[in-house]
């Protein structure tokens, strides 16, 4: 039987994303600045540095390694589940696929983790507006970078990162062509946004409306299973 030993230091003050310490420093040098103005407003930028710090982490997951689990790219909460089609650039088809939209707030863990495994099959940016990421239009209004994956067995699968009301850049590190294993990081958004990912045909979600997801962990679907969707009762 394998033990999983935790590390309480890196589960309490986990690791930074690379973009986080550019941002630590700003916000601490904020800090400076506001004592030397009225020194009760280090309160104030000693919060949003903790805050800054907590935005930018990089926690230690620990991913499903069944094949065929789709695990959610995003950190939050299950925002939206059901028919929609994929982004166009995509090339996907106008065939409506279930789409389950993961909102991230700005407390949430930002750094984004690829679903299932398998090659990148194309990959788009596409600027666009800053609306509430919350509101079902942002998917089609909102900047985005949109990715198609195709796994091992043929099937394809749509993940798609969308800037929010305060998000104003999104990174994406994948290149079409890479083959990537489920739980990859592959990019981060800044500050409070949505991810959407877009299910085979015929694959049921096993996750439900306002369930809490935490990246590269929690299951949103089984590829290889026809378990039937969740109603959500009791949760």
């Excluded at 309490?12 to 310490?21: A, C, D, F, Q, S």
């Excluded at 998917?139 to 009301?165: H, K, W, Y």
Aim: one cysteine or more; glycine letters at 8%.
């Amino acid at each position: 039987m394998k033990v999983i030993q935790i590390s309480w230091r890196r589960y309490m003050v986990p690791p930074l994303h690379e973009e986080g310490p550019r941002f630590l420093a700003i916000f601490l040098v904020l800090t400076v600045l506001l004592a030397w103005i009225w020194l009760p407003l280090v309160v104030v930028g000693a919060l949003l540095t903790v805050w800054c710090f907590f935005f930018f982490r990089d926690p230690v997951r620990y991913v499903p390694t069944r094949p065929g689990l789709v695990v959610t790219p995003a950190s939050g909460v299950v925002q939206m589940i059901g028919p929609s089609v994929p982004p166009p650039e995509l090339e996907m088809g106008e065939q409506p696929l279930t789409r389950i939209s993961v909102f991230m707030s700005v407390f949430d863990c930002h750094v984004n983790r690829i679903p299932v495994g398998g090659e990148i099959v194309k990959e788009v940016y596409r600027p666009g507006k800053f609306l509430d990421a919350s509101l079902d239009k942002a998917s089609e209004q909102n900047e985005r970078q949109s990715v198609r994956l195709r796994t091992d067995d043929g099937r394809e699968i749509a993940f798609v990162q969308i800037a929010g009301l305060l998000a104003r850049r999104i990174r994406c590190d994948i290149k079409a062509g890479q083959r990537l294993a489920t739980g990859d990081r592959f990019g981060l958004i800044r500050f409070g946004s949505r991810v959407d990912i877009y299910l085979p045909p015929g694959t049921n979600p096993l996750v439900v409306l306002g369930q809490n997801c935490v990246s590269g962990e929690t299951i949103l679907a089984d590829l290889t299973s026809d378990e039937a969707e969740r109603d959500g009762k009791g949760i």
